[in-house]
């Protein structure tokens, strides 16, 4: 059964940066590519960037390329979220997602497998 962990979220003052680290268990990171995706409070799931199962690939949402860098560690099983120039309006739980499928996608309907999410609080 793949089991996906986040961790990492906390409160951090504008211009901060954070690491979210999500680990998967149950099987083969590379088995998968990976995303990230983020949910404030009463918004939709809205995708922040996604990494290819080779790592060779990784795509960004405008409101965060430039600031954010995904990465993978298929060693430790486990992918991160590098946050940097944070602002208030990244506030979120961040959750991460593997999808086993052929295509890198930013829907977050054909992702397999979900964390439970981790909170990250930006203050101005």
């Known amino acids: 059964q793949v089991q996906l962990v986040e961790s990492g979220g906390g409160l951090v003052q504008a211009g901060g940066s954070l690491r979210l680290s999500c680990a998967l268990s149950?099987?083969?990171?590379?088995?998968?590519?990976m995303g990230w995706f983020r949910q404030a409070p009463g918004t939709e799931r809205k995708f922040v960037a996604i990494?290819?199962?080779?790592?060779?690939?990784?795509h960004y949402a405008d409101p965060v390329k430039g600031r954010f860098t995904i990465s993978r560690d298929d060693a430790q099983n486990t992918v991160y979220l590098q946050m940097n120039s944070l602002k208030p309006e990244d506030t979120a739980v961040y959750y991460c997602?593997?999808?086993?499928?052929?295509?890198?996608?930013?829907?977050?309907?054909?992702?397999?497998?979900w964390g439970q999410g981790t909170q990250v609080t930006v203050s101005s």
């Open positions: 997602a593997a999808d086993q499928g052929a295509f890198l996608s930013s829907d977050s309907g054909v992702y397999d497998y």
């Open positions: 149950g099987r083969s990171l590379s088995n998968f590519a």
């Open positions: 990494i290819s199962w080779s790592g060779n690939s990784t």
